[in-house]
């Protein structure tokens, strides 16, 4: 990788990472939000709760890694080089790749309104994998179904919560 394109990637990792740690802040502060049945092991917000706050850790850690890369200098640089400023900031979340991760995430979110989460969740992954995980298409399809229904299986019967979706029996063709 030339040293342009580095640059780039870290000045990308440093506002991503910020996006991540801004978001993932919301999704926690919601779902501690949610009704608690009995316990906070039974409590529906404690999946988002979860995924949340390891995203929100990601974030924080791709900061912390751009940060130390020099990713504030090569920000501040690309946006004293550039006429348009804001377009400058743009640039990188207009690309192919991030495109099809908003459509598919989008999908999901949608999906598990019409089919199981599992399915869904299954369908994303293998998605996601095969676009930034240049293995074989059976490994990918493998490691969705493992990591989908290790998901599945902890949080339905470890935790008791029900996870999003229609129930598999709802199905038309069942």
């Known amino acids: 990788m030339n040293k342009e394109k580095s640059n780039k990637m870290i000045v990308y990792d440093l506002v991503f990472g910020v996006i991540l740690i801004m978001a993932s802040s919301f999704l926690v502060v919601a779902s501690t939000t949610m009704t608690r049945p009995r316990t906070w092991l039974t409590a ?26 020099g990713g504030f200098r090569l920000l501040r640089d690309k946006w004293g080089r550039q006429q348009d400023r804001p377009q400058s900031l743009l640039e990188g979340l207009k690309s192919k790749t991030m495109l099809l991760v908003s459509i598919f995430f989008g999908y999901f979110i949608l999906s598990t309104k019409v ?15 095969k676009l930034f995980w240049k293995k074989p298409l059976w490994i990918t399809i493998i490691s969705s179904v493992i990591i989908t229904i290790t998901f599945s299986l902890v949080f339905s019967n470890i935790f008791k919560i029900m996870l999003p979706g229609i129930a598999w029996r709802d199905l038309w063709f069942f």
């Open 44 to 69: 529906p917000g404690l999946p988002p709760l979860v995924i949340s706050a390891s995203l929100g850790f990601m974030g924080l850690l791709l900061f912390i890694n751009a940060i130390k890369s």
């Open 115 to 129: 089919m199981p989460f599992e399915l869904a969740t299954a369908i994303y992954l293998l998605v996601i994998f």
